[in-house]
């Protein structure tokens, strides 16, 4: 079997995230090698809308590691081609009763207090912020910060630019370890050597980590977007209703659905999130786009006659509490995970790629690893 030369650092994992670990990893001056069971970005980050959100995250770690992505993303945006297509238009989130938009207030308050810029918008104003908009809102909260991408264009573009050696079509089939810890991996084609692992395999890194011979409780969770035909920019912002929050937050295996609705540079309005956990059935749900469909026509009555050109979908790595998985593995030295970020990976990526290579390199993390160990699901460690 043939042999690599010895590397620093084996990411499994093209998406994404392991594109932004690629990157950020090379740029400290790691040698890297990316390895995939399929092509970039042919996991959740292809099935994804490019979502760069603060909006939806309550006080807390995930908050504070979306705070750092949002200006990382700001940083690539001026480095990387304009192709990746982002776009800081801004989040709006609409309350539709006075208890919606008092919930929402109590929420601001906690996410201002961390870093977020929040701004409340009374039912005029949400009709010069978005004015085809259906009337009879109570209000909501606009979020500058939020942002979009292109994100198989963000994947593929942060890769090329890492420079990294890329092994594309090529499953892991094993975790190489030994007496010190991890020495590399093994596909069907080839051993690539090197002291550091990263399990960025998305809703496959519970199986990874299997292969290392340590648990991590990765479950897939299915989500719907329709694509419209091309239209006028009739929305401005990415506006979704205020139960998209719970919906996220919730671990129900159940299908959720709350319309989250937002124009493109090209033209079509794109239009999720449904959330269920159905395994990995790739079955088409029609109850599913009906929900959204619906959703989106009241939020935006002038798309109730517009085309759907076309729906997709994809599973999001989901975790039992809402956190991913970032940073060294103390059960087995030289394994690091970066995965289960659900919904959010396209917008945490950079942070996590951050995370990760400060992990590898020896240096200060600009956020505190803890809250995202990967052995926290551990019986013993939770005692």
């Known amino acids: 079997m043939p042999k690599r030369h010895p590397l620093d650092v084996v990411i499994i994992g093209a998406g994404v995230v392991g594109a932004a670990i690629a990157y950020y990893a090379a740029r400290s001056g790691l040698t890297v090698a990316v390895v995939d069971r399929g092509p970039v970005a042919g996991g959740t980050t292809g099935a994804g809308e490019g979502n760069l959100l603060v909006s939806d995250k309550e006080a807390g770690p995930e908050l504070d590691l979306a705070l750092l ?126 002291p550091a692992v990263v399990n960025a395999a998305g809703t496959w890194g519970g199986r990874i980590a299997e292969l290392a011979g340590v648990s991590l409780p990765v479950l897939p969770r299915r989500g719907f977007v329709l694509v419209t035909e091309p239209l006028p920019r009739v929305v401005r912002h990415k506006v979704y209703a205020a139960d998209y929050i719970a919906d996220v937050a919730s671990g129900s295996a159940a299908l959720q659905s709350s319309a989250v609705v937002e124009g493109t540079p090209s033209g079509p309005v794109l239009i999720g999130a449904t959330r269920e956990r159905v395994g990995f059935d790739r079955s088409l749900s029609v109850e599913a786009l009906r929900r959204l469909a619906a959703q989106a026509a009241a939020l935006f009555p002038v798309l109730a006659d517009v085309r759907v050109l076309r729906t997709y979908h994809g599973f999001r790595p989901y975790l039992p509490d809402h956190l991913p998985a970032i940073g060294p593995d103390p059960r087995v030295p030289g394994l690091l995970h970066a995965c289960g970020h659900e919904g959010a990976g396209i917008g945490l990526a950079p942070a996590t790629g951050a995370l990760i290579t400060a992990a590898l390199t020896g240096v200060e993390p600009p956020l505190p690893l803890l809250p995202f160990r990967p052995d926290r699901f551990d019986r013993d460690t939770a005692r």
């Open 69 to 194: 992505s949002a200006g990382l993303w700001r940083e690539l945006a001026a480095v990387l081609p304009q192709e990746i297509e982002y776009e800081a238009k801004g989040g709006l989130v609409v309350a539709p009763d006075e208890a919606s938009l008092k919930a929402l207030r109590d929420f601001a308050r906690g996410q201002r207090a961390a870093g977020v810029d929040a701004v409340e918008a009374g039912e005029s104003d949400l009709r010069e912020l978005e004015p085809h908009l259906a009337p009879g809102r109570a209000g909501g909260f606009l979020y500058p910060q939020d942002a979009q991408v292109q994100p198989a264009q963000a994947a593929a573009r942060l890769l090329a630019a890492s420079g990294a050696q890329v092994h594309l079509g090529e499953e892991v089939t094993g975790i190489l370890t030994g007496a010190g810890g991890v020495r590399g991996v093994r596909t069907r084609s080839r051993e690539l050597l090197a």
